[in-house]
C-alpha cells in the first residue's frame, strides 16, 4: 500500500511527466521530423546530380543510410512487441 505523501508526491509528479512528453513529441513532431525531410530530400537532390565515382556521391549515401536506417529497424522493433 501507498501512503498518503507518496500518493501526493505521485499526483504532482505526474504533471511534470506529462508536460516533459508533450514537450518531447512535440520537439519531435515540430523540429526533428521537418530537418529530417529536409536533410534527406537536399541529399536525395544533390546526389542525383553527381558522378556515380565522386566522394560526394558516396558520402551523399552514406549520409542517407545513417539518417534512414534507424527508421526500419524502429518499426521492426514496434511490430516485434506485438
Same mark, same amino acid.
Given at each position: 500500500?501507498? &501512503?498518503?505523501? &507518496?500518493?501526493?508526491?505521485?499526483?504532482?509528479?505526474?504533471?511534470?511527466?506529462?508536460?516533459?512528453?508533450?514537450?518531447?513529441?512535440?520537439?519531435?513532431?515540430?523540429?526533428?521530423?521537418?530537418?529530417?525531410?529536409?536533410?534527406?530530400?537536399?541529399?536525395?537532390? !544533390?546526389?542525383? !546530380?553527381?558522378?556515380?565515382?565522386?566522394?560526394?556521391?558516396?558520402?551523399?549515401?552514406?549520409?542517407?543510410?545513417?539518417?534512414?536506417?534507424? @527508421?526500419? @529497424?524502429?518499426?521492426?522493433?514496434? @511490430?516485434? &512487441? @506485438?
Amino acid at each position: 500500500m501507498v &501512503e498518503e505523501h &507518496e500518493l501526493k508526491i505521485i499526483k504532482w509528479y505526474a504533471w511534470f511527466y506529462v508536460a516533459g512528453y508533450i514537450w518531447a513529441v512535440s520537439l519531435f513532431i515540430g523540429y526533428a521530423l521537418p530537418q529530417t525531410y529536409t536533410i534527406v530530400t537536399g541529399t536525395v537532390n !544533390n546526389i542525383s !546530380n553527381l558522378s556515380f565515382r565522386s566522394s560526394d556521391f558516396w558520402d551523399g549515401i552514406i549520409l542517407l543510410v545513417i539518417t534512414l536506417v534507424p @527508421l526500419p @529497424l524502429l518499426i521492426r522493433s514496434w @511490430l516485434k &512487441e @506485438l
